[in-house]
């Protein structure tokens, strides 16, 4: 999402500083057009960056053997799983 939103403001941005010819009063279209382009290649650094980070998983095993029936039991539980007791 945040690659999508950082491409949209770099868009609208460049839109505004290159191709839209309007004068406002109080208001500078190209200077807008720089800060949306600006903040869009911060937000899509981010994302890159984020996306680069990685993931990782931890997953726990434990065996023991059932004393009623002297059979070999084995749970195995990933780290967003409540933990085994």
């Not at 609208?12 to 200077?31: N, P, T, Y």
């Not at 002297?70 to 539980?77: E, F, I, K, L, M």
Request: aromatic content about 4%; cysteine-free.
């Amino acid at each position: 999402m945040s690659l999508g939103l950082g491409i949209f403001l770099f868009v609208v941005g460049a839109i505004l500083a290159f191709a839209v010819d309007v004068q406002l009063s109080g208001l500078d279209l190209k200077m807008i057009g720089y800060i949306l382009m600006g903040a869009g290649l911060i937000v899509i650094i981010i994302g890159v960056a984020l996306l680069a980070r990685g993931r990782t998983s931890v997953s726990e095993t434990r065996t023991s053997i059932d004393p009623a029936t002297g059979s070999r039991v084995t749970r195995s539980a990933r780290n967003d799983d409540p933990p085994i007791v």
